[in-house]
């Protein structure tokens, strides 16, 4: 099982390699869902093909795994005081639109950009860490698989450069 | 038998430090210089030499899970055994912001029953010191997943031997040396994958366990190769093999390229466990040196 995960993975990650974001979306095998429109805020090129959107239970999944994580990081004693006055419904929205969209998904990413949003935060590594663990933990929650976690958190880890700022 | 009572002290002092630091965890608010960086099993184990990475290579990662702004440590206690002689070693590593990491670790090389045949008597034990600097120079192993430029360190371990007489009466030139060596790691987080390869520059007749340097090979600085290749099951599993190959400076016993697969188990951030069974060769005359590898290690 596990093998043919990381089978699955492996080529996933390879046709990624091979293929540009913008070819690897014409050439979606029948049944994806359909092109997303381009988001260059989203911080990263999306996912090719949809094994990936479809091993986090699409747009639902998605939506379950951030309504978790927005209750996590809110009351997480490490990074919660970061969220005092933020507008978690928009945050929410925002989330599941890049999330949907960096997997593969047909969604588009309307908020502004990683650095920008980020800028006036003050962000340790601590921070982005401790957020990274608590997605992996509403992740294990909505039981997507190791793999495909690890697609998403490929996509993410590199945001860390624009995300930390102290 | 005293160095094995220390080494269960250290242990205990590891231990009751975790724990510590696992109950503060959830009082402590980010920002702190006990700050929590890299996923799980991502800082490497400690191997036989004290430093991070697997059990027998050497990687680029810096001992524990601080980040690029904390400092982080862990202790290990390990044991190898094969059919005719028995390895037990026990250090401590401190990584500094990510970047330095500091580590000591002491081995003693039981022949058991085999000294006896080999004339050196029964229960003969070889100790070794190895006091280790790694530098973290470029690349992180976490965050660079959108470019394939590894986590890449520069180290040196300076390795005593205590029993000079006997190493020198075997053919050695030196019971203590320094090796040098880099280290490249790489995370492909989207294959689940860590790939590691170590270039090092020794000396040492089976790591220094029987001295440095040789009637065969001379006292020259010999290149050996070092690989790691490890699979993450799941965030608390990982396992791969290694292989290290070695100088061979000893004319009265040849020494062999050591191989192992392994399986590291993470609880948390905090306590792991890693189980090998190692190929290990020829060692002081006698062959087939299969092994079993047992090693814990406890942190930050």
């Not at chain 1, 049944?31 to 990936?52: E, L, R, W």
């Not at chain 2, 060596?181 to 790489?186: F, G, M, P, R």
Request: charged content about 15%.
């Amino acid at each position: 099982m596990t093998f043919k995960h990381f089978a699955l993975a492996a080529a996933l990650a390879a046709t990624s390699l091979t293929a540009p974001p913008a070819l690897a979306q014409d050439t979606a095998p029948m049944g994806a869902p359909m092109a997303a429109p381009s988001s260059p805020n989203a911080g990263a090129t999306p996912i090719a093909g949809d094994a990936v959107y479809k091993a986090f239970h699409e747009k639902d999944g998605i939506q379950r795994i951030m309504d978790d994580f927005i209750q996590r990081i809110t009351t997480d004693p490490r990074i919660g005081r970061r969220f005092n006055g933020a507008n978690l419904d928009r945050l929410n929205l925002l989330l599941v639109q890049q999330v949907c969209y960096l997997t593969g998904g047909p969604c588009e990413y309307t908020g502004r950009d990683m650095k920008t949003v980020h800028a006036s935060m003050g962000l340790k590594n601590d921070d982005f860490n401790a957020l990274a663990e608590d997605l992996q933990l509403s992740m294990d929650r909505e039981q997507v698989p190791f793999w495909a976690q690890n697609q998403l958190l490929a996509k993410l880890a590199p945001m860390q450069h624009q995300i930390v700022t102290k | 038998m005293s160095s094995r009572r220390l080494g269960l002290a250290a242990m205990a002092a590891g231990l009751a430090m975790a724990a510590g630091a696992a109950h503060a965890d959830p009082l402590m608010e980010s920002g702190g210089l006990l700050d929590s960086g890299k996923l799980l099993l991502t800082g490497g184990v400690s191997n036989i030499e004290g430093a991070s990475g697997g059990g027998i290579a050497t990687w680029a990662t810096i001992a524990g899970y601080e980040s690029n702004d904390g400092v982080g440590g862990n202790v290990h206690g390990t044991f190898v055994g094969t059919p005719n002689y028995s390895l037990t070693d026990y250090g401590a590593a401190v990584g500094l912001f990510n970047r330095l990491e500091l580590s000591y670790a002491h081995e003693a090389f039981d022949t058991g029953s085999t000294g006896k045949e080999l004339g050196l008597g029964q229960g003969f034990t070889f100790g070794q010191d190895v006091y280790g600097a790694k530098v973290r120079v470029i690349g992180d192993l976490v965050y660079d997943q959108n470019t394939l430029l590894p986590q890449i360190a520069a180290g040196v371990q300076y390795k005593v031997n205590d029993q000079p007489a006997i190493v020198h009466a075997v053919g050695a030139v030196s019971n203590s040396s320094t090796d040098f060596y880099i280290a490249a790691t790489k995370l492909f987080l989207n294959y689940n994958l860590l790939v590691d390869t170590t270039v090092r520059f020794a000396k040492g007749n089976q790591t220094g366990l029987l001295g440095f340097g040789g009637d065969k090979g001379g006292d020259a600085y010999k290149a050996a190769f070092e690989g790691s290749l490890a699979y993450l099951i799941d965030k608390h599993w990982a396992v791969g093999a290694e292989v290290r190959t070695k100088p061979n400076n000893l004319g009265f016993a040849r020494e062999d390229t050591w191989y192992d697969v392994f399986a590291a188990y993470a609880i948390n951030k905090h306590v792991s466990a890693t189980i090998a069974y190692a190929n290990l060769g020829s060692i002081a005359t006698i062959p087939n040196q299969n092994a079993v590898y047992v090693s814990l290690q406890a942190g930050f």
